[in-house]
């Protein structure tokens, strides 16, 4: 094979804390060099001890305490692998690696919350004249708001694996890159190509993933207060389900549309079996984490293929999935070949309000059942619950709260509504005139973005800090917890009262399953 000369350095906007290795990052160095190009690089600043100097970096390190505070997530160490956090300056080490490498261009993986600190990344190249793609899911959803930037030349919406190896032969041979499907072309400052998105590829004809452009410092991450190393695999692409706060409904409607295909796509068992075995041979990997949207969003064939095939592996292993897709067969075999936690997605406890808003159509019945099916078969769970969608009161959030009550989830997360570009309750929420059009979406932002008359910012603030206490602490406790909802100083007192009776209790919880 002829190899090409191009340099090509990838940018991963991370945040501390923020931990999970890119798995569309290490599918597209592998891709890039199956067609020859070997001069690739990446900058990732996730093992930065410091949070950096943006607001949503500092907003995030809090964000990530105040869940550990509430018992949402374990406590770990990393020196208990033997690990250090980098102490300097993530920026200044960008510019020494831009400096030293010199690459044609940069190559970012953007989402809307990681926006702000790729354009802080980038302000720092901007007179080294350095080309950049842009691509991920913000990108895909606002490209002409991307390319506004003197920073980025060109925009991928959708799938990057075939665009991205047409632009970089494009570019390795002095060609204009134009017409590359899946591309948006700036020159001048001014787009000059809106190229259509091409088919949806086969996802079994890419190459095993290339973690080796990771510093093998990001291969260790935390799950349930403990250091693995642990790798990311996708065995889906894409979601058949319609979340309305998602962005995966809109790949599907602009992939049916401009490409007339699915996006929504599955691996075959044998090819998922060859990238396992290689990757964890290759890096030693002791945890998968399947990455896929819904995991379980499988046929029962499809699902013993699957047991059958990851029982040769016997690694402890974590996914997400609905509570609709749980049985107590598939409990069971999953317990059986090593699937040591689930996130499920509850979502909202309003049956009415998750069907027509929030865009999940199953009973609570079902919800608490998958929960107990779990916790019988002895997996951890997770319940992810979100506070604050347009048009909620204070009434709905606590349909929520009773619901959480009932189900037998080792762990709870309560997250903010983030009204992402894209999807069909941002618009909703535009049309409301809830939020300016300009807002820019931001899951480290802890306070709601909306202006809402059913509820106020600061209530929906407050219930989100509160949940665990709301959903774990008996009855008795709510008049307090009331109280502990507000930031004046008797609140703030109350809550801390509060937290340490509910860390007590979270403690015997969590032992009981470890």
């Not at 690089?41 to 500092?58: C, E, H, I, V």
């Not at 709260?401 to 894209?422: H, M, W």
């Not at 009331?482 to 937290?499: D, F, M, Q, R």
């Amino acid at each position: 094979m002829e190899i090409k000369h191009l340099k090509i350095l990838f940018l991963y906007p991370n945040l501390h804390m923020s931990t999970l290795i890119p798995n569309g990052i290490a599918i597209l160095s592998a891709v890039l060099k199956q067609n020859g190009f070997k001069n690739i690089q990446l900058f990732d600043p996730t093992f930065y001890q410091s949070p950096g100097d943006t607001r949503a970096m500092k907003r995030e390190k809090s964000r990530y305490e105040a869940r550990e505070k509430m018992g949402q997530v374990k406590p770990f160490n990393y020196g208990d692998r033997g690990i250090e956090l980098k102490k300097s300056d993530m920026f200044s080490d960008f510019v020494v690696k831009v400096d030293s490498f010199k690459p044609d261009i940069i190559i970012a993986s953007i989402l809307e919350d990681t926006w702000p600190i790729f354009l802080k990344f980038m302000d720092l190249t901007k007179d080294k004249k350095i080309k950049c793609l842009a691509g991920g899911v913000f990108p895909s959803s606002v490209p002409e708001k991307v390319l506004e930037k003197d920073c980025v030349d060109y925009v991928c919406r959708g799938e990057g694996e075939g665009a991205l190896v047409d632009l970089a032969n494009a570019l390795e041979e002095g060609k204009d890159p134009k017409n590359i499907k899946n591309l948006w072309v700036k020159k001048n400052g001014k787009i000059v190509a809106r190229n259509s998105i091409r088919p949806a590829l086969d996802v079994n004809n890419l190459p095993v993933q290339d973690l080796s452009i990771f510093e093998d410092i990001s291969l260790h991450r935390p799950m349930m207060g403990k250091i693995y190393r642990m790798a990311p695999v996708e065995t889906q692409r894409g979601c058949p389900y319609a979340c309305r706060f998602c962005n995966s409904p809109e790949k599907n409607e602009f992939y049916n549309k401009e490409s007339a295909g699915r996006f929504f796509r599955k691996r075959t068992m044998k090819n998922l079996h060859t990238e396992l075995k290689e990757i964890i041979s290759k890096y030693g990997i002791e945890y998968v984490f399947f990455i896929t949207d819904t995991f379980l969003a499988m046929s029962e064939k499809e699902f013993d293929e699957f047991c059958e095939m990851y029982s040769e592996f016997k690694l402890p292993f974590y996914m997400h999935t609905r509570p609709e897709t749980i049985t107590e067969r598939r409990a069971k075999k999953l317990a059986e070949v090593g699937c040591h936690k689930v996130n499920i997605g509850v979502e909202h406890g309003n049956e009415k309000f998750r069907t027509e808003i929030v865009g999940r159509n199953y009973k609570n019945e079902v919800a608490i059942k998958s929960f107990e099916l779990m916790w019988d078969a002895g997996i951890s769970t997770t319940s992810n619950n979100i506070l604050g969608f347009p048009d909620e009161t204070r009434d709905l959030i606590f349909d929520t709260i009773e619901l959480v009550r009932k189900l037998k989830s080792d762990d709870i997360n309560a997250f903010t509504f983030i009204p992402y570009q894209g999807t069909s309750l941002r618009i909703m929420c535009e049309e409301k005139k809830y939020l300016d059009k300009k807002t820019l979406a931001n899951i480290y932002e802890t306070n709601s973005l909306l202006n809402m008359p059913s509820i106020s910012k600061n209530e929906i603030g407050g219930l989100v800090k509160t949940f665990p206490l709301y959903t774990r602490l008996p009855r008795s406790y709510w008049k307090d917890i009331k109280i502990a909802e507000s930031e004046t100083p008797e609140g703030k007192k109350v809550y801390n009262e509060l937290l340490s009776i509910f860390r007590k209790q979270y403690s015997s919880v969590a032992l009981a399953r470890d």
